[in-house]
C-alpha cells in the first residue's frame, strides 16, 4: 500500500488562508479503536477528511481501523467514504477522498483478543518497511470505556507502546472515570504502559475555537486583564445548555447524568480557562500547571453543604422545536423510576487572590429551550448611576459575553445614550463575530485536537492531576444528590429548567436568559 501525496490544497489562491500556519508532522500511523461506532463515523472520520483537504495532514499518513465485524480493508474504506460524505462540514472532493481511503486498512476482532494486536503490529510493521520509515503511531480509544485499560493493557503486552525512531502515542476519549476512585485507577493502569507526555485525554471543549480564544483574548488583549478580577468582577455565569434529548444514549447517560457528562468535564474546563492565571510560556505543562492550580483553589464541598450549592433536575415532557417530546423517564432505554439528573447547576467559589467572593455559576442541561454555551462576566455597577431622566432603559452593568456557540464571538455590554434631546440611556452591543471578521469556517474541534496529538503538543488536553482533581469536586455533590430520596425536580422540555435553579443565585443576581 502507498501512502498518500499530499493533496493540492484547495484554498491556495484564498488570502485569507494567509497567516494559518501548517507546521510539518512527522508522518503518522493513527489506530482507530471502535473505528466503525459512532464517533468515528460522525467526527473522526470527518475530521481526518478535513485534514486531509486542507493540507494539514502528515504528508505520509496512514489509518488503520479496529473493531469488531468482519468487514475487510475494502468494507473500512466504504464506511470512512459514506461517514465522510454524510458528515463532513465540507462536501467531499473527490481526489481528496480517493488519496485518503486508500491508505486505510482493517484488522478484525474484538478489543480482549491477543490476535488482534499481533495483526495490528503486523500491519504497522509493513507500512513502516514499505515506506523505509519509522511511522509515529498514534492510537485512537474510541470504545466503552471498560476496554481503555485492555487495550493499553495488550499493547503493552506486545511492545506497541514504543517503536524504535518515532513517537506513540494514544488519545483517551471522555468519560475518564466515573468518580475520583475509578479516574485514580484508570490513571494508574494507563500509566503502567505509557508515559504521561503519550497520553491525550480528550475534552472536545478545548478544541473549540473560542474556547482557545479565550486565552487570547485575556493573554493578548491589555484591556481586559487590569478588570479580570474580584475588584471588578461581580459574578460569572457558564451555560451549556442543549435542546436535544438523550436520543438513543440512554445506556451511557442514564448512567452518567449531566454532572458526569458536562460538568467534570466541558465545564470545568471554561471555568479553568477563565479564571487561571496568565501561564509563563504556552507549553503544555505551563498551562495545565495554571489550570490545575484553579481546581484546587475550589474547595470540595461538604455533603451537608449540597443543597446550598447545587441543583440538579430532570426534564418532564414539553414541547421543542415546535414539537411535543416525551420526558426522560419515557425515553426510549431509561429505567423506570430513574433519578438521573438531565439539568444541574452549582454556585462555586475560586478561594484564590484574584477571585474570592466571586461566585462562579454553572448550569448545563438536556432539553433546555435552545442549545447556546456562553461566559458571560459581568462587571460590578458603576457606584452612582447620574443618569435618572425619564427614558432611560434596563441600565445594567456591563457584561461580556464569551459566546462558545452557536454565534461564535464576543459581545460587550455598554450603556449609550438614546439619540435625541434628553440624556437617556440604554444598553447596546460592541461585537465580534467569527464569521464575520474570518469570512471562514471553524474547523471542528476534532480537527484541531487530532493535529495537535499528531504534532505532540498536549496544551488543550487534561492532565491526570487536572481530572482527578474535577473529580474530587463533583465526588460530594454525587454522592449527596444519591443520598437524597425527595422527589427529583423536574422541568418541561423547551423550557429554562427548573424554577428551584433560582434559589442558588444570590445578591440579586439572575440566570440569563435561554
Ligand atoms: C458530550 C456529551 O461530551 O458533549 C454530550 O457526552 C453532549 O451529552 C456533547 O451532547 C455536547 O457537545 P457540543 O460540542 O455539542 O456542545
Not at 494539514?56 to 481501523?65: D, H, S, Y
Not at 476482532?109 to 503511531?137: C, P, W
Amino acid at each position: 500500500m502507498a501512502t498518500v501525496a499530499q493533496p493540492q490544497r484547495q484554498d491556495e489562491a484564498n488570502p485569507l488562508v494567509e497567516g494559518l500556519e501548517r507546521l510539518p508532522v512527522h508522518p503518522t500511523t493513527l489506530v482507530i479503536f471502535g473505528a466503525t461506532g459512532d464517533l468515528a463515523k460522525r467526527k473522526l472520520l470527518p475530521a481526518i477528511y478535513n485534514l486531509a483537504h486542507e493540507g494539514a495532514l502528515p504528508e505520509r499518513f496512514n489509518l488503520i481501523g479496529v473493531s469488531r465485524g468482519d468487514i475487510g480493508d475494502d468494507g473500512f474504506q466504504e464506511l470512512a467514504r459514506e461517514s465522510i460524505s454524510q458528515f463532513s462540514r465540507r462536501p467531499a472532493d473527490e481526489k481528496v477522498l480517493a488519496a485518503l481511503v486508500e491508505n486505510m486498512r482493517y484488522v478484525p476482532g474484538s478489543f480482549d483478543e491477543d490476535q488482534v494486536y499481533e495483526k495490528l503490529g503486523e500491519a504497522a510493521k509493513e507500512l513502516d518497511e514499505q515506506a523505509g520509515i519509522a511511522f509515529n503511531r498514534l492510537f485512537y480509544l474510541s470504545t466503552a470505556p471498560s476496554f481503555f485499560p485492555v487495550i493499553a493493557g495488550k499493547l503493552g503486552e506486545r511492545g506497541l507502546h514504543e517503536t524504535e525512531g518515532a513517537e506513540v502515542r494514544m488519545i483517551v476519549e471522555k468519560p475518564f472515570g466515573t468518580d475520583l476512585d475509578s479516574a485514580r485507577s484508570l490513571n494508574r493502569e494507563l500509566l503502567s504502559v505509557f508515559d504521561e507526555r503519550q497520553i491525550y485525554r480528550i475534552d472536545h471543549y478545548l478544541g473549540k475555537e473560542t474556547v482557545q480564544n479565550m486565552l487570547v483574548l485575556r493573554f493578548a488583549n491589555g484591556i481586559f486583564e487590569p478588570l479580570w478580577n474580584r475588584s471588578y468582577v461581580d459574578s460569572v455565569q457558564i451555560t451549556a445548555a442543549e435542546d436535544i434529548g438523550i436520543g438513543t444514549r440512554a445506556g451511557y447517560y442514564d448512567k452518567s447524568g449531566a454532572l458526569r457528562d458536562l460538568v467534570q468535564n466541558h465545564m470545568l474546563q471554561l471555568l479553568m480557562l477563565l479564571a487561571m492565571e496568565p501561564p509563563v510560556s504556552f507549553d503544555a505543562d505551563a498551562v495545565r500547571d495554571e489550570k490545575v492550580k484553579i481546581l484546587h483553589a475550589i474547595k470540595a464541598p461538604a455533603i451537608e453543604e449540597v443543597p446550598e450549592m447545587a441543583v440538579r433536575a430532570q426534564y418532564g415532557p414539553g414541547a421543542s422545536g415546535g414539537e411535543q417530546v416525551p420526558g426522560y423517564l419515557d425515553e426510549e432505554g431509561v429505567p423506570d423510576g430513574s433519578r438521573t439528573e438531565t439539568f444541574a447547576a452549582l454556585r462555586l467559589k475560586v478561594d484564590n487572590w484574584r477571585w474570592a467572593g466571586v461566585p462562579f455559576y454553572l448550569r448545563t442541561g438536556k432539553r433546555l429551550a435552545r442549545k447556546i454555551t456562553e461566559i458571560a462576566v459581568t462587571l460590578k455597577p458603576v457606584p452612582h448611576l447620574a443618569f435618572q431622566q425619564r427614558g432611560s432603559l434596563g441600565v445594567q452593568p456591563n457584561q461580556l459575553i464569551l459566546s462558545v456557540q452557536p454565534n461564535e464571538g464576543v459581545s460587550l455590554s455598554l450603556v449609550a445614550k438614546i439619540p435625541g434631546a434628553r440624556l437617556s440611556v440604554r444598553p447596546v452591543n460592541m461585537e465580534f463575530l467569527y464569521g464575520t471578521s474570518f469570512l471562514s469556517q471553524s474547523p471542528e474541534a476534532y480537527e484541531r485536537l487530532i493535529l495537535d496529538t499528531m504534532r505532540g503538543d498536549a496544551t488543550l488536553f487534561a492532565r491526570n492531576d487536572e481530572v482527578e482533581r474535577a473529580w474530587t469536586i463533583c465526588d460530594p455533590i454525587l454522592e449527596a444528590w444519591s443520598r437524597m430520596d425527595e422527589p427529583l425536580p423536574t422541568y418541561p422540555a423547551g423550557s429554562a429548567g427548573p424554577e428551584e435553579a433560582n434559589a442558588l443565585i444570590e445578591d440579586g443576581h439572575v440566570w440569563r436568559p435561554l
